[in-house]
């Protein structure tokens, strides 16, 4: 290696320590604020509960992990299934599931209209969507409770035409937490769905119609494929802060159709089991992480596909 290679391999690992350097604040702010908190979540689900909510300190053990999927029998102290823990962790992933088919249902043609408006007023649709953003997360859900309650806005207009005698009971139901949950999370399939329609070339669903294909061959052929990487972006927006919601079960859920995330903060509340707690905590992230891993891997396959 002559004079000129060692200085450019000299040049380059300076330019790495000195990028290394100017990332080390970040880094470190990355750490405490995110790997920090993960990582006392973890360890307070390995230790003792305390007496008063709290955790034992240098003592260790694996009933909070233990009590996630299982309850000890009061009477001889025998492991069964945790059903009601259970039914809850299921109940989250249902709805969640159910409300990212809704927000796609509903999503996807009301991106594809926008997407599909002349330029100059796609930003004014745009900006009609965006604005629940604007409204904090408790008012908007407040806002559908209006709607939704017996003497609600729905039960009004149903009652006015007809179509019911007496009110429906929708209010503290999983219906209500489904409705809820599709109405706020709804922007966050939209916009990367509009995103995507907005890229795709529209020369190729004319081409589909002069080759005689239907409007649902159109459809299902050529459009869904080419925009899938925004339906997949959009159900991961929508599915991951579905499953962990807390605000919308406990306003239009009541308590009585609790959510994973209702869940947690009664174990670090009333509960008084940070462990338990903890380790819930970790089975969401886990829930999420697997959630995430599969819709990235099947977007990546379905890409693959269409290459």
Do not use: C
């Not at 004079?3 to 990355?30: H, M, T, V, Y």
């Not at 405490?32 to 260790?60: C, N, Q, R, W």
């Not at 159900?235 to 306003?251: D, K, M």
């Amino acid at each position: 290696m002559n004079g000129a290679e060692q200085a450019a391999a000299a040049a380059r690992k300076q330019d790495i320590r000195s990028r290394w350097l100017l990332s080390a604040p970040a880094l470190l702010i990355i750490f405490v604020a995110a790997v920090g908190p993960l990582f006392v979540m973890l360890l307070y689900s390995f230790m003792v509960k305390g007496d008063y909510g709290d955790v034992k300190l240098g003592e260790f053990s694996l009933e909070g992990w233990t009590s996630v999927f299982f309850q000890r029998d009061i009477f001889d102290d025998t492991l069964g299934l945790a059903d009601a823990h259970l039914s809850i962790i299921w109940r989250s992933i249902q709805l969640s599931f159910f409300t990212t088919v809704l927000t796609v249902i509903l999503g996807f043609p009301t991106a594809y209209f926008i997407a599909t408006r002349p330029p100059h007023t796609r930003e004014i649709w745009v900006f009609l969507v965006t604005i629940p953003f604007w409204t904090n997360l408790l008012i908007r859900t407040f806002a559908m409770q209006q709607v939704i309650r017996n003497e609600g806005l729905l039960n009004n207009a149903l009652m006015w035409l007809g179509v019911i005698k007496s009110p429906l009971q929708i209010m503290y139901t999983d219906t209500a937490n489904l409705l809820g949950m599709t109405y706020v999370y709804l922007p966050l399939m939209v916009l990367p769905l509009y995103a995507s329609i907005e890229k795709l070339d529209f020369r190729l669903v004319e081409a589909g119609y002069d080759l005689y294909a239907t409007r649902f061959q159109v459809l299902r052929r050529i459009v869904i494929p080419l925009v899938r990487p925004g339906i997949v972006a959009g159900s991961i927006l929508v599915f991951i802060p579905s499953l962990g919601a807390y605000v919308i079960p406990r306003v239009l859920g009541g308590g009585k159709n609790m959510m994973l995330g209702n869940l947690i903060e009664m174990q670090f509340g009333s509960g008084r089991n940070w462990p338990l707690g903890a380790a819930m905590s970790i089975t969401l992230m886990v829930l999420v992480t697997v959630a995430l891993i599969f819709y990235v891997r099947n977007a990546s396959r379905g890409g693959a596909g269409h290459v």
